[in-house]
Every structure is written in structure tokens, then in C-alpha cells.
């Protein structure tokens, strides 16, 4: 890493290549599923550790501190978006379950599902279903990138899967009928 | 924290028909009916398979080729930035301290060379001729003039010849003269 910020072009791509595909993934999902934006967002962070790399304590895990920026220019965005949406009303379109669409759950109906259960979910629940599931990360380095307590996480992942075990239900109703 | 602990560990191996009464009461807290218990597995089971069965996604590699340029344009930027780094109070003191303590020391360990002063001596001494000067300079010519005027005068009176009077060198003359004859000077 201190490499990385001296300007060493072979210790940044090192880095890029530990690190850029699952957080492109962080990106693109957390980022509406915008690749572009996820790209973007993915060049801006390997640009912001590199100028901020001796704020960089090198007693924390690295993971941490790169996730918890990546977490942080999502907050960002949000607030960005927020305030867009506010001012001109435009929003990125929810995926929506489409309504021809009644054969058994399968794996394309089940994301769709997730999909649409998350994007109603808060910006922080959502990053740490990113982070537990997409990233399979353990609990304890999710609760040091976003910043609050295990139980919390813990909690929080428990009670959006029984939110989505709810839109499961009504989904099967649907079917049934 | 421990119950939903113990609940995600029931919800990944067991289903409902095969939870003990104990156990069921013990979901119940936060599990509503078989249904949802049940639903909640399916949806466990579709999240744990998430990671291996997601996309092959991947950035661009116009990302970090982007990323390589930037560390370029930053780096050749930057050979000059130690020009611009705020140097601490003390580092500038400790340099000044070396720079001295070392120029003492290179003064020191070199061997003063001697310094040359010309100093012109006058000797006076007494200076021999070897041989009598061949010319003769007379610094001072006597004239006397003759006293044509009184001799007449006398004449008329006495009657006797006039004895023309001359007058002689003096002695302290003669001794001058006879020095500067000695000495040979003007």
C-alpha cells in the first residue's frame, strides 16, 4: 500500500488485481447495477487510496479501511441522489417482478425478488447484505467498515431476510392462486 | 445475539418438521408459523449459494489503464514535490549545527601554512673609500674685492706707495676646503 501511494505502478496493479473485482461488484451492486458508474466509482477509489495513502494506519486491515471508503463514496451518492431526486424528481427504476412472469421460483425469479426487496431497504442494510453475501465477508470486519456494533449487523441480516422471506410468501400465494 | 445465532444454525440444517419442541419454542420469538420458518430456509439457502452462483463480473481494463495514468502524470509531478515539503524547525537548526561543526572540523584538521613577511632592515655603517676621489669639486670660491677706493684716498696724504691690501683664507676656510678635498662631496 505504501508503495501503492509512493506512485509504484507495479504495487498499484497488484492491488488492483487483489481487489478490484469484488469491489466492482460492491460498486455495481450497491450502485443500482449502473456498470459505468460502478467503473467510475472503482477508478475514483484506487485514485482516493492512492493520494490518501498515508492517512492509511497500517495496524488496521487493509480490506477494512478500502471497503470503508468504498462504503462511504456510496453514502455519498445516495445524498447525491437524494437531492437529485428532490430537485427534478428523476430516480434510477426500481427492477420490478414482471407480472407475466408465474412459473416456480427459480434462481432469476429469486434475484429479481431480492432485487426488489432491497431497493427498498436502507442504504446500510444494504451494504452489508453486499458485504455478507456477494463479498462473503464474517461479521465482525463488516461491523468495522460501516462502523457499528456485530449485534447490529447481526440483527439487521436476520430481520431483511425475514422481510424477504415475507415477499416470498406473497409471491408463492401468487402462484397458488 | 445468541438466539439469533442459534436460530440462523436451525435455519441451515434442520426444517421445521424436524425441530424438537424445545426448539420450537425457542424460534418462536422471532419465527411467526411454519411457513415463514420455512420461507426463511429457502431464502437462506438461495443467499448462501449467492457468491458461487453470481456473475463472472469484472471492471473494464480501461479502469486500470485509466488508474495507471493517473499514477504516471502524479509521479513525474511529484520528483519535485520534496521542493515543496514543510521542513520542521528543528531539522533546519540540526542542519545548520552539522554544517558548522563540520566546516570547524575541516578547518581544524588542516595544517596552517606559513605566512612569508617581507620586512626590509636598514643597516647603517661606516663606509671606507678604497681610493682617493680623482676630481675635486671646490664648493666655494672666495672672491675679495680689491679697495681701489680707499687706497687712492690714502695717496694724497701720507705721500707712501699703497700696499695693496688683500685679504687671506681664514683658517676655518682652509679646513673646509681642505675636507672637501678629503671627501670628494659637492
Given at each position: ?104 421460483l427459480d434462481e432469476q425469479m429469486f434475484h429479481l425478488l431480492l ?63 | ?45 438461495h ?140
Amino acid at each position: 500500500m505504501q508503495k501503492a501511494a509512493a506512485g509504484s505502478e507495479a504495487a498499484v496493479t497488484v492491488l488492483y488485481h487483489r481487489y478490484s473485482r469484488p469491489l466492482f461488484r460492491y460498486f455495481f451492486r450497491m450502485l443500482w447495477k449502473d456498470k459505468s458508474k460502478a467503473e467510475d466509482f472503482l477508478h475514483d477509489l484506487f485514485i482516493n487510496i492512492m493520494e490518501a495513502g498515508e492517512k492509511f494506519d497500517s495496524g488496521r486491515s487493509f480490506s477494512t479501511w478500502i471497503y470503508s471508503i468504498a462504503h462511504n463514496m456510496c453514502k455519498n451518492e445516495y445524498r447525491k441522489q437524494a437531492f437529485r431526486l428532490a430537485v427534478n424528481g428523476h430516480h434510477h427504476p426500481e427492477e420490478s417482478l414482471p407480472e407475466v412472469a408465474m412459473h416456480p421460483l427459480d434462481e432469476q425469479m429469486f434475484h429479481l425478488l431480492l432485487d426488489k426487496c432491497l431497493a427498498h431497504e436502507q442504504e446500510e442494510v444494504r451494504t452489508m447484505f453486499v458485504l455478507r453475501y456477494e463479498l462473503e465477508m464474517n461479521v465482525p470486519e463488516i461491523s468495522r467498515i460501516i462502523g457499528c456494533p456485530e449485534g447490529t449487523v447481526k440483527s439487521r441480516l436476520f430481520y431483511l431476510k425475514k422481510r424477504l422471506a415475507a415477499q416470498l410468501q406473497q409471491y408463492k400465494v401468487m402462484l397458488e392462486r | 445475539m445468541e438466539k439469533i445465532d442459534k436460530l440462523e444454525k436451525l435455519l441451515r440444517t434442520c426444517s421445521y418438521a424436524e425441530l424438537s419442541v424445545e426448539q420450537r419454542r425457542e424460534i418462536s420469538e422471532y419465527v411467526n408459523s411454519e411457513e415463514e420458518y420455512e420461507s426463511m430456509r429457502l431464502v437462506n439457502q438461495h443467499l448462501e449459494s449467492e457468491n458461487s452462483r453470481s456473475l463472472p463480473l469484472a471492471p473494464s481494463p480501461e479502469v486500470l489503464k485509466r488508474i495507471k495514468g493517473h499514477v504516471r502524470s502524479t509521479s513525474s509531478v511529484g520528483l519535485w514535490n520534496w521542493l515543496s515539503l514543510p521542513v520542521p524547525t528543528y531539522a533546519t537548526a540540526a542542519i545548520a549545527i552539522a554544517v558548522g561543526v563540520g566546516c570547524w572540523w575541516a578547518g581544524s584538521s588542516r595544517k596552517p601554512q606559513p605566512t612569508l613577511v617581507e620586512k626590509t632592515e636598514r643597516i647603517v655603517d661606516t663606509v671606507y673609500l678604497s681610493s682617493r676621489p680623482d676630481t675635486i669639486f671646490i664648493d666655494r670660491v672666495v672672491y675679495i674685492p680689491k679697495k681701489e677706493a680707499a687706497v687712492a684716498g690714502v695717496t694724497d696724504i701720507g705721500n707712501q706707495p699703497t700696499v695693496p691690501t688683500s685679504r687671506g683664507i681664514s683658517m676655518k676656510e682652509k679646513e673646509e676646503l681642505e675636507r672637501l678635498l678629503v671627501s670628494g662631496l659637492r
